[in-house]
């Protein structure tokens, strides 16, 4: 049951990274002064690093093993 929410966790992180990736690189804006060109970001990249908190959780939920003592 634990590794199926790591799993569902991890899926779902990998997915938000992708999707907020995408937008936050999408949302930058240049402009040239003396022939340079100077690329500004005008991204929100909190969901981008809360996306990547989730996966970690979720691969860190895979691998943790329960331990089972016998008594």
């Known amino acids: ?5 790591g799993i569902i966790l991890t ?14 690189i999408n949302s930058t804006d240049s402009f040239s002064i003396f022939g340079l060109d ?3 970001s005008e991204a929100d990249w909190a969901p981008v690093i809360i996306s990547f908190v ?8 895979i691998l943790i093993r329960k331990k089972t003592t016998i008594k």
Request: proline fraction near 0%; aromatic fraction near 4%.
């Open 38 to 40: 100077i690329a500004v």
């Open 11 to 24: 899926i779902i992180g990998i997915i938000g990274v992708l999707a907020f990736g995408i937008q936050a």
């Open 1 to 5: 049951m634990i590794k199926l929410v």
């Open 54 to 61: 989730v996966t970690l959780v979720g691969v860190v939920t």
